[in-house]
Structures are given as structure tokens and as C-alpha cells.
């Protein structure tokens, strides 16, 4: 096998018929084969773990979410047509429409990333893999496939590239994309019914679903009947699915985003291999649990006196907290950057959600505003720690005076 | 006396192949050779020419930048070659071995009869000057300032390191002699960190004039970057001196008996070495007297020699020498074969301080590392894994980054003057990017000391 590569090598390399493709082959090389260099300069020996093993280790966080999310597409798919089908049916239902979303995601991302590595000529940097998973997995899976693809495309030429690439990016390159397509093409990612005549939520024609599914997620029932002003806060609950559904996650929504017990698998997994930050995830329900009882307290309209729980367990805000707050560049870099960081993602999450009637998810917007709060976050951090050194200075300054 | 400071923040690496506590005399090797790279930012003039005779104590070049510190022969024998590099850079001279020493006099003293200018002098006389090394900057120290304090530590942390307690056996009272010395050279302390649990020596324990401070905790309690930074930390401004316990121990001999004798307890360890054990041998020894017939030889695996511990030691030849600062020769494996899906796969002989090999389900397991860097240089994306194993208050990737953009100002501001390269091993070891931060650590040394210049 490796003498394949080392035979095929010279047609990459300078002088080669397609040197070009250098970087393109390193890639899949260094993916097939963990490379024989060998350390020359400072630590002889280096930990095992690398780029590669970091984002495969969420790609596995994420599997249990993607494979509920499949079966969920179907779910949801047979209930508005009123129809009973078998597991199996309503799986690969899911597959055939979540599938498409995956490799176009991958396919356009990856040829930004290798374009970009060749023009710049460095290695294949292995961010995306973990980007190119989680677009399809925080859009609906109406969205158009060239939909997915321009998004993409702008996510990481705007979000990452222009920035240096992987590591440089102020914004999460998977929320950027999805909020490109919220703002450019806000029929398809919101409301009810989309201009396709489809329900955005739900892979079904809107005009032969059965009349009792309305294909609203539980944050737009939620927005739409306290603003309304009528309803009272039992009577909006009455009308969302129970919050046991909530937590399991059978119930209209992003591809991924629906089940949160199955997200706190993969926070499981992320915070038991040291690859998720638990600070940030764990200050993130602590903001939005603080926030949520303020509402409570104050309680002005029904959805304020919505249970705070709720909040956990309905819309991306599980989803958010374990796989994109969690995002180690763009979040905040500091020890204690991290707590005020997810602190105040929790609680801007809640202040758009409740407060303001115009977007009824606020995962997605308070984690990018936070994400370029974090470099804010991460200068005080800093500073107050050369304030102490200065002070120590001072200190000696005075003693010996 | 002093309360134990517990250092919670660091790694300990648990590599194959620790010593047995057997101390050999090593037959004498043919050559021996003195390594101007040792010493940083060091432009070595040679004075003596080919074929000339030698004994120990006889200076063979000095610092162009710096001419009273000399650089003596450790043996007695014939001058025999320099062996240069890129750049006609010196990398050794090279001495031929007599059977026997002879010692250069520089006549007996008691400390406590002189002047701090003449331990100065004697010390540059003799060539024992460039053991006593400085911070900031992490290099040889100037022998106009005076220190603030000296710092030693008296036990190792590193990978396999050697164990002080039997080094210095047998040696309490040269040991004794050395602190005398070098406290006449600072107003401030001579500060001596012991292992709160595992010293046991009273050379150390019950050493005098000097300040004892207890350490305990993973690697790098033993280091001397961090006890500094715990006992009390350099200020900009400050300048602190620090030796090797075995350096200490050839001043102290320099003292009592007028000679240069550059015979030290080094150890010879890691998984390829077939019996691990102590030796006593001269500084600049070839290491192919100590490795010879006692490496493991396997199918497709070449040996790496480090003279030094794993993580800040050098590389050197099969029959390279033993470095200047070193105590310890490691021979571990070389991972120069590809290996399929090697990132993916966990393999049992792999260590990662995350918890996604199964490393972390064997705490008592000792592994067999390779030289194998497994994955080419990536920027900075992982973040909160260097402060884990860096026991400063400094941050570690605000710093390393500061220093990447050549920032003078927020290196200092961040804590450069603290830090030298070895401080930086295990944020390096850990680095899922690979990022070289000693090289880097070191270039911001360099950098800000030329900026003060």
C-alpha cells in the first residue's frame, strides 16, 4: 500500500506532471498513513494525539445525532402524511434526504480547503471535517442542496480563509453558513411553509399533510402564541409537544439538533476524551437557566413564565452548547474566559428567544455575537494577568525603597 | 521549616526503561569532546592548535563576545580536531584521551578567605565559569553582575531523570563546599529545592547556608524555572543564576583540591537500552563507551541517542558526546516508518495526555515512545491543554503567540523573563498542532535580548 504512494509520489512532486496536486495528495496520504517524520528540534517524543484524532473524536460525538436525525426526517415525513411505516422505512427515508445535505456540504467545503492550501502551499488543515458535518446538521433538511453549497462556499471562504484559514476564523464557519442562508434566504429556514410548498421543518408537501400536523417547532409555537397575546402559558404548552418528546427529540427541527438526549451523548463523549471544553458547555446551561429564571421571576408574558427547562430542550439550544460553543478557535482561549464566554451565550440564547418576537431560535445569533465578543473576553483575561505581574513588580519596587 | 509547595499543574510521562541503582565506572573512551552548541549564543575562538598537548584545566577556546570565559579540556590528551557544520559553525573539539589525567593547578582555597572577585576569577580561570548559567535569557551568566539569588534544584522531574539523592552520594561534604562558594557570590540566597516526599540525603536536606524549599507534584516541580517562579519570580530587571547539583559538586572540588575534575554520576537509560544503569564518567564523554553492546538491536528499528532527558535534550551520533549541562544519556526508538491509519487506530504503545487512547486506562503502565511526530505543524486550534501542564502564572499560548509576531512589548508583558526553552517541553509534548515552542521560546529570548543590547 504505502509503495503505491511512494510510486505515484514523483508525478506530485516539483517537476512532476501535476505538482499542483501536491497538497491534494499529501492529504489523502497523510490520512491514509500517519507520516515516518520524526522530530529533530525540542521534545523527542510527542503525545499521539493530533489534528486528525481531535476532530474525529467529535465527528463520533456526532454520529448518534446524525443517525437519530436521519430517523427523525422520516418520522416526522410519515406523521404529516398520516402514515404508518416501519422503523427501518421511516430510517431510510431520513438517510436518502440527510445523505445529499452531507456530501454536498463536504464536497464544496473540502474543494475551498484544498484550493486554499495549494495557493498558499501548506497541509490540508483538518477543521473542515468537522464543519462539513455540522451544516446538515443545524439546517432543515428542506434546505435546496445549492442552497447548502453556496452556503458552504461562503462559510469558509469568508468565515475562514480570508481570516488565514483554520485557526485564524473569529466565527464559527458552520453558524456563519447556516446564518448566511437564515438571512439570504429566510423563507426556507423559517416560518412554516416554505416557498417550495413544502414545510420547512418537515419533507412534505405542506398541502397533503393531514390537518393535525402543523409542522411548527415547539420556539415558533411558542413565539408566535405569546405574541399573539392571548394564550396563556399552559395553553402554549398544551400545544408544543410534551417535554419528554422535547427531550427525545421526535419532534419538527434541524437535521441534529432535535434530540437532546442524544446531544448529551456526544457531550458525553466530548467531555470524557478532554476534546470538548466542559467549562464552556457547562456555563452555557447556567446562563441560560439564570436568564430563564429572571424570566420567570418577572414573568411579564406567557412565554416568560415558560419552565425553564423548556429552554434546554427545545430548538438548537442543546445542540449549540455541546458542538458549537464548544468550537475551541472561535470560542474565548482563556481559563476563565471560557466561564463568561458561555455564561452570557446561555443568556443572550434566552433574551432573543424570549424578548425578541422577530427570531424565535437565538442559539445560533448569540453564539456568533459571542464569538467576537470572545477576543474582548480573552484581552481583560489577559491583561489581569500582566496587571498581577506588574503588581508583583511594584511590590519589590516598594520593599526595597 | 518551610511549608510544602504542591505543584498541581504538569505530567509526569511514564517511559520504559528507568535505571537500576548500580553505579559502574565507566572505562575511559578514546575521545572526548566539548560542545560549543551547549552553550547559546556562544562564538567560540579557539587557543590551542592541532596536535597540541592538553591536561585537564587547559583552556582550549574562549567567548569572542566575552574573552574571560574559557572553556577548558576536561581530560588530559592531544588536540586533536574540530568538527564543523553549516556555516563552518564549531559543533566539537575534539580531544584525544590519555590513559591518565593530568590536572591543570589552580591551587587550593578556603571560600571563606576570599573575595568575591577572586571565586570569580578562579571560577573563569579554570573554565567551571559557563556552569553557572542565568536568567533571564537561559545563558551562560555574566560575571559582572550579581545575582539576586542562585537558584539549585536538587531533584529532577524529567523523563527517567537520574536520582539525585544517589548522585550525590558520597559526595555530601564537596556538595557543602560548592554552596559556600556560590554564596559568596550572591547578597541575596542561595535557594536549594528539595522533593518534599522522596529527598532523602541530608546533603541536601541538611545542607547550610542556603534556603531549602519543598517541592512536590508531577514534572515540572523539578524544574528550576518553576521553583523560581514559586519561591519568588524574576521581575524585569532581576537577574537569578542557576546551577546543576553536579556542577555545584566540581566547584566544590575545584576548591578543595586545585584541579579541574570534570567526573560526574551520569545515568544511561530508555527502552532500548539493554541494562540501564549509573556511571561515573568525565564531562564530554563519547557515549559510544557507555552504549556500546548495550542496545537493543531489532528489526527496523534505529536507536535515537539524547544526550539529556527526552524532552529538552539533544540529539547526538551513535559515538556523539555527552553535552556540557547533561547528566543522562536516553536511547529511545526512532518511529521514522509510516503507519496505516495511524491516527486512527489506538495502539497500546501510544500516550496521550487526552483521554482518547487508552493510555489513560493503564495509569501504571510504562510506554515505549518513538521519535515520531505524527502529524505535520498545524496552527494553534486546541486551546486549555497547555495551561494543564505549565505550572506558572503565565499563559502559555498568549505567550508563544506574542512571540510568533515578534511583540517585544507583550512578551514582556506576559512573562518572558521567567521562561526558558524547558519550560516550554511539555506545552510541546502536548500539542495537538505540533508546534515547536522551545525553538519558538527560544527565538523570543533571543530576540528581547537583543532589543536590550
Redesign the interface.
Known amino acids: 500500500?504505502?509503495n503505491l504512494l511512494d510510486k505515484v509520489r514523483p508525478h506530485f512532486e516539483k517537476g512532476g506532471r501535476f505538482p499542483k496536486m501536491y497538497r491534494t495528495f499529501e492529504a489523502f496520504e497523510?490520512f491514509?498513513?500517519?507520516?515516518?517524520?520524526?522530530?529533530?528540534?525540542?521534545?523527542?517524543?510527542?503525545?499521539?494525539?493530533?489534528?486528525?484524532?481531535?476532530m474525529?473524536?467529535v465527528i463520533i460525538a456526532l454520529t448518534p445525532v446524525l443517525l437519530f436525525g436521519m430517523w427523525n426526517v422520516g418520522l416526522q415525513h410519515y406523521r404529516a402524511m398520516g402514515e404508518e411505516v416501519a422503523f427501518i422505512d421511516q430510517f431510510l427515508f431520513g438517510l436518502i434526504r440527510v445523505l445529499p445535505l452531507v456530501v454536498v456540504s463536504y464536497a464544496s467545503g473540502l474543494i475551498v480547503e484544498f484550493i486554499f492550501a495549494t495557493i498558499r502551499d501548506h497541509?490540508v488543515?483538518?477543521?473542515f471535517l468537522v464543519s462539513g458535518m455540522l451544516i446538515p446538521l443545524i439546517i432543515p433538511v428542506t434546505t435546496p442542496l445549492w442552497m447548502v453549497a453556496v452556503a458552504t462556499v461562503f462559510a469558509v471562504i469568508i468565515g475562514k480563509e480570508v481570516f488565514?484559514?483554520?485557526?485564524?476564523n473569529i466565527l464559527n464557519p458552520a453558524l456563519l453558513a447556516r446564518s448566511f442562508l437564515f438571512f439570504a434566504y429566510p423563507a426556507y429556514l423559517s416560518g412554516e411553509e416554505n416557498p417550495a410548498g413544502n414545510f420547512v421543518w418537515t419533507q412534505a408537501p405542506a398541502d397533503q399533510a393531514v390537518d393535525a400536523f402543523s409542522g411548527a417547532t415547539p420556539l415558533a409555537v411558542a413565539a408566535t402564541e405569546s405574541t399573539i397575546g392571548e394564550a396563556s402559558v399552559s395553553q402554549i404548552m398544551e400545544s408544543m409537544p410534551s417535554a419528554l418528546e422535547m427531550f427525545l427529540g421526535t419532534i419538527p427541527g434541524s437535521v441534529g439538533e432535535t434530540s437532546t438526549l442524544l446531544i448529551l451523548l456526544g457531550g458525553l463523549i466530548l467531555v470524557?476524551?478532554?476534546?470538548g471544553?466542559v467549562?464552556i458547555m457547562l456555563s452555557v446551561v447556567a446562563g441560560g437557566l439564570f436568564m430563564g429564571l429572571l424570566f420567570n421571576l418577572f414573568a411579564v408574558n406567557a412565554f416568560m413564565e415558560l419552565p425553564v427547562y423548556y429552554h434546554l430542550i427545545m430548538g438548537g439550544f442543546a445542540f449549540g452548547t455541546v458542538y458549537m460553543a464548544t468550537d475551541?478557535?472561535s470560542?474565548s482561549?482563556?481559563?476563565s474566559g471560557?466561564y463568561i464566554y458561555g455564561f452570557l451565550i446561555g443568556v443572550v440564547t434566552l433574551l432573543i428567544r424570549v424578548v425578541n418576537p422577530a427570531y424565535p431560535e437565538g442559539m445560533m445569533l448569540a453564539i456568533l455575537f459571542m464569538n467576537v465578543f470572545a477576543p474582548l473576553i480573552d484581552h481583560y483575561v489577559?491583561e489581569a494577568?500582566?496587571k498581577?505581574?506588574?503588581k508583583?513588580?511594584q511590590a519589590?519596587g516598594e520593599k526595597s525603597a | 521549616m518551610s511549608e510544602i509547595i504542591h505543584i498541581k499543574r504538569g505530567l509526569d510521562i511514564p517511559l520504559r526503561g528507568d535505571a537500576d541503582k548500580i553505579l559502574q565506572t565507566q572505562p575511559r573512551s578514546a575521545n572526548y569532546a566539548i560542545r560549543p552548541t551547549d552553550f547559546h549564543g556562544l562564538f567560540p575562538k579557539m587557543l590551542v592548535e592541532e596536535g597540541d598537548k592538553v591536561k585537564a584545566g587547559t583552556p582550549l577556546f574562549f567567548d569572542k563576545n566575552n574573552e574571560e570565559v574559557v572553556f577548558t579540556s576536561p581530560v588530559s590528551g592531544t588536540y586533536k580536531e574540530l568538527i564543523r557544520g553549516a556555516k563552518r559553525r564549531i559543533l566539537e573539539v575534539r580531544i584525544e584521551a590519555d590513559p591518565e589525567d593530568e590536572y591543570v593547578n589552580f591551587g587550593t582555597a578556603d571560600p571563606a578567605a576570599l573575595s568575591r572577585d577572586e571565586i570569580k576569577e578562579k571560577l573563569l580561570k579554570s573554565g567551571l565559569w559557563p556552569a553557572i548559567r542565568q536568567r533571564p535569557y537561559s545563558v551562560i551568566a555574566s560575571h559582572h553582575d550579581t545575582p539576586r539569588d542562585i537558584f539549585i534544584s536538587a531533584f529532577k522531574t524529567t523523563p527517567l531523570a537520574p536520582d539525585m539523592d544517589f548522585v550525590v552520594n558520597g559526595q555530601e561534604d564537596t556538595f557543602q563546599t560548592g554552596l559556600n562558594i556560590l554564596n559568596k557570590l550572591t547578597d541575596g540566597d542561595v535557594h536549594l529545592s528539595v522533593h518534599g516526599k522522596n529527598t532523602m540525603s541530608k546533603a541536601f536536606t541538611e545542607a547550610k547556608n542556603m534556603a531549602l524549599h519543598r517541592f512536590t507534584g508531577p514534572h515540572p516541580a523539578g524544574n528550576v524555572g518553576t521553583q523560581i517562579h514559586h519561591v519568588k519570580p524574576i521581575n524585569k530587571g532581576d537577574i537569578v543564576w542557576y546551577l546543576n547539583v553536579q556542577d555545584v559538586i566540581i566547584i566544590g572540588r575545584l576548591f578543595e583540591k586545585g584541579i579541574y575534575d570534570a567526573s560526574k554520576v551520569i545515568v544511561l537509560n530508555g527502552s532500548e537500552v539493554i541494562k540501564p544503569r549509573y556511571y561515573r564518567a568525565i564531562n564530554g564523554v563519547n557515549i559510544s563507551a557507555l552504549t556500546d553492546n548495550n542496545i537493543r538491536k531489532e528489526e527496523g528499528t534505529t536507536p535515537r541517542f539524547i544526550s539529556g532527558d527526552v524532552l529538552s535534550g539533544e540529539k547526538v551520533a551513535p559515538d556523539g558526546f555527552l553535552g556540557f549541562y547533561d547528566d543522562q544519556v536516553t536511547v529511545i526508538p526512532e518511529g521514522d516508518e509510516p503507519e496505516l491509519l495511524g491516527w486512527l487506530i489506538p495502539k497500546l504503545e501510544k500516550f496521550s495526555v487526552s483521554r482518547t487512547f487508552f493510555s489513560f486506562l493503564m495509569p501504571w503502565k510504562k510506554f515505549r515512545l518513538n521519535t515520531n511526530i505524527r502529524s505535520g505543524e498545524r496552527p494553534f486550534v486546541v486551546t486549555g491543554i497547555y495551561e494543564k501542564v505549565f505550572p506558572m502564572d503565565i499563559m502559555p499560548m498568549q505567550l508563544i503567540k506574542s512571540i510568533m509576531i515578534n511583540d517585544i512589548d507583550m512578551m514582556e508583558k506576559l512573562g518572558i523573563y521567567e521562561v526558558a526553552p524547558e519550560d516550554f517541553a511539555l506545552p510541546e509534548f502536548v500539542c495537538p498542532s505540533k508546534i515547536e515552542m522551545q525553538t519558538i521560546v527560544r527565538e523570543g529570548l533571543d530576540s528581547i535580548k537583543k532589543e536590550f543590547e
Do not use: C, W, Y
Not at chain 1, 491514509?32 to 481531535?54: C, E, N, P, Q, Y
Not at chain 1, 488565514?164 to 485564524?168: A, E, K, L, P, R
Open positions: 500500500m504505502h497523510t491514509l498513513f500517519v507520516k515516518g517524520d520524526v522530530t529533530t528540534r525540542g521534545s523527542h517524543i510527542r503525545d499521539a494525539m493530533d489534528m486528525k484524532r481531535t474525529f473524536h497541509e488543515n483538518e477543521g488565514g484559514g483554520t485557526g485564524m470524557a476524551t478532554g476534546v471544553s467549562r475551541p478557535v470560542a482561549q482563556t481559563g471560557k489577559v494577568n500582566i498581577r505581574r506588574m508583583r513588580l519589590v
